[in-house]
């Protein structure tokens, strides 16, 4: 298993570095000038060359993209244009909040999810399993931040239950990842219930129901656990989408995480903050799915890695 994850771990190498220079050339791509963005109105020519040439913005692509890479490798990923701060300790202070709001609403998605999918798949055919996978739907065609404008409007302004925006305690928290979840809870019921209709028509379980095991022994310790790998094949996948989702859901909250601040440094052509953020979001998700492949094997004992 460990020789597994290290393997997984080192095959992920080249997708970081393919990020990287991806977002890089992008960037670069992107019309604007950030240097006469943080120039005031009053600046020469000669001054804007002066700031090109500190910043080092004026050597060749190819010249910048190594200088910045092997500062990375090191933990450095710069300093922020527009801001002069170190962009390591600009994510850091936001980074905790978004992952917060990101698995908050992976939590809701996962365990309502498959609680409606297990509902639903019990009672295949019933009003009840009609009724979730209308609502699975349904979840999953609104655009979250659709979703949260109508939850800032009926439970903040007309009921005045939670806040409509800002962060601190947990209630700042409900309305933000109930509107980033609910998409995620729609997708995980749905392959629930597929995958246990599924597994239930599977000998096995004919077998554990004849020997007399009770209900919830067999749908719960039997069936469920192997109908689990497709289910767990889309949490992991649904981090990801949380985790870009995140980005327009903090904007709606004005949830101060490492999404609004990607938004900003996008519009203010802030190449630094950008790339970083963008490969902490890639080491993350690469880290998720190599847990993913880890709990594969947990899950069913037939499958072994090498």
């Not at 007309?158 to 601190?168: D, E, H, I, R, Y």
């Not at 889309?234 to 101060?256: C, D, H, K, N, Y």
């Not at 609004?260 to 890639?282: N, T």
Request: with cysteine.
């Amino acid at each position: 298993m460990l020789a597994y994850a290290m393997k997984r771990v080192l095959q992920g190498v080249p997708t970081v570095l393919l990020v990287c220079v991806l977002v890089f050339l992008l960037m670069h791509m992107v019309p604007g000038d950030p240097i006469r963005l943080m120039s005031d109105r009053t600046a020469t020519p000669e001054d804007i060359e002066r700031l090109r040439q500190s910043l080092g913005l004026d050597r060749p692509l190819y010249l910048q993209f190594w200088m910045w890479f092997t500062r990375a490798i090191r933990g450095d990923l710069g300093r922020s244009i527009r801001t002069g701060h170190q962009v390591t300790d600009e994510l850091m202070h936001r980074l905790p909040r978004t992952l917060l709001l990101t698995c908050t609403s992976l939590l809701f998605s996962v365990l309502v999810g498959i609680i409606a999918g297990v509902l639903a798949s019990l009672k295949a055919g019933s009003f009840w399993d009609v009724s979730i996978m209308v609502k699975a739907v349904f979840g999953m065609s609104v655009p979250p931040f659709w979703l949260g404008l109508m939850f800032i409007l009926f439970f903040s302004v007309m009921l005045n239950w939670f806040p409509s925006g800002g962060s601190g305690t947990w209630r700042h928290l409900v309305l933000p990842a109930l509107s980033l979840g609910l998409a995620g809870m729609g997708l995980i019921a749905r392959m629930t219930r597929s995958s246990m209709l599924e597994v239930l028509r599977d000998d096995y379980v004919r077998t554990a129901r004849s020997k007399g095991l009770a209900e919830r022994t067999v749908i719960y310790k039997h069936a469920l656990k192997n109908a689990m790998i497709p289910t767990i094949t889309v949490v992991g996948l649904q981090f990801g989408i949380l985790m870009a989702g995140a980005v327009i859901t903090e904007r709606v909250f004005s949830w101060p995480g490492m999404g609004w601040l990607l938004v900003r440094s996008i519009h203010d052509r802030d190449f630094p903050v950008v790339q970083g953020a963008l490969l902490i979001s890639s080491i993350i998700f690469i880290l998720v799915n190599i847990t993913v492949d880890m709990v594969y094997a947990l899950l069913d004992p037939r499958i072994r890695y090498q």
